[in-house]
């Protein structure tokens, strides 16, 4: 294997992770409070277009981890909605 061809592979991992992301911010999103998909996809879609032009794979890393906690956030918010709902309507 030469060097070019063991440091792509990587990379495509990294694209491939990226992507992954990008679908499920953009399927939590679906439940955003504030308006929904057609609020939030133009708000994902610029955040990910503002970072397009990473190439080193530390900061890609960082970023990476940065949407996972934005995502992880956004599930912790949609749980909520879903728990206040739910003691809405059995509990009161």
Do not use: S
């Not at 694209?15 to 504030?34: D, H, M, N, S, W």
């Amino acid at each position: 294997m030469t060097l070019a061809v063991m440091t792509v592979q990587p990379m495509q991992a990294l694209r491939c992770r990226v992507k992954t992301l990008y679908k499920q911010l953009l399927f939590i999103g679906k439940e955003y409070p504030a308006g929904g998909l057609p609020y939030f996809r133009p708000r994902v879609k610029a955040a990910f277009m503002k970072r397009r032009d990473l190439t080193n794979r530390e900061d890609i890393e960082k970023a990476i981890k940065m949407g996972e906690f934005v995502l992880k956030e956004l599930e912790a918010l949609w749980f909520l909605k879903k728990y206040r709902y739910l003691k809405k309507t059995y509990y009161e």
